[in-house]
């Protein structure tokens, strides 16, 4: 079985700090996808990486994939109180038959204006 | 492009009863995948078709779950009989291209068996 672990899974800080989230597996996996979810909806999709230490901006977010693919990293700068939200990495695996995503728990984020 | 529609967006039936859940992906989209997450727990997976067919039914938990997408369009999720283990978010999602690249999920339907 593939695990992701998040961490922090709660995390509560003032406006404008800067703030990482990292998941962990002991499995490689060929993408990282990260998502957002806001209570009562689905989960939506911020980047996909698929490269071994490929980084990626979303304006004020970085994304990077570890270079074994089997961790990364969500980094906020100058985090908005527009940035609070269940922030979930899903793992993917290419071949082999079985399609679906591993999910970590997710890291609830809360910043205070 | 219309997201991905699921209904009903809550239900609670009782242990033992039936209940039948609705995936409508978004148009052209030919994967389409069900997710359950259950209180405390991750996200997990459950099953994904590829038009009309199952390509991954690994994550059902038992016969007491049917999915269908008949004619590859909307698809349902079937769970009978219900049990109290069975309440959870289902999510639903979509994907033009199979494999690596993300999905778009519905809002998923909130399922309590009591």
């Known amino acids: 079985t593939q695990l992701l672990e998040q961490s922090p899974q709660f995390l509560s800080i003032q406006e404008g700090e800067n703030l990482t989230v990292y998941c962990n597996s002991s499995s490689v996996f060929s993408s990282l996808q990260w998502y957002r979810q806001e209570p009562g909806e689905g989960p939506v999709l911020l980047v996909t990486v698929v490269t071994g230490g490929e980084v990626k901006k979303l304006k004020r977010l970085t994304f990077q994939f570890g270079d074994a693919r089997k961790d990364s990293s969500l980094h906020i700068t100058a985090a908005q109180p527009g940035d609070t939200g269940l922030y979930l990495c899903?793992?993917?695996?290419?071949?082999?038959?079985?399609?679906?995503?591993?999910f970590g728990k997710g890291t609830h984020l809360i910043i205070q204006p | 492009e219309a997201g991905v529609t699921q209904f009903p967006s809550h239900s609670v039936i009782e242990k033992g009863q039936t209940v039948t859940l609705r995936c409508d992906p978004i148009?052209?989209?030919?994967?389409l995948y069900w997710y359950r997450r259950v209180m405390g727990k991750e996200i997990k997976f459950l099953l994904h078709f590829v038009k009309e067919s199952k390509q991954d039914e690994s994550g059902m938990p038992n016969n007491r779950f049917l999915a269908e997408r008949t004619g590859g369009t909307y698809s349902t999720l079937k769970v009978q009989p219900a049990e109290l283990e069975d309440s959870g978010v289902y999510f639903c999602?979509?994907?033009?291209?199979?494999?690596?690249?993300?999905?778009?999920f519905g809002s998923g339907t909130r399922l309590t068996v009591v």
């Open positions: 148009s052209g989209h030919d994967n």
């Open positions: 899903a793992g993917g695996r290419s071949g082999g038959g079985a399609d679906g995503l591993t």
């Open positions: 999602a979509s994907s033009r291209r199979q494999g690596l690249y993300g999905y778009t």
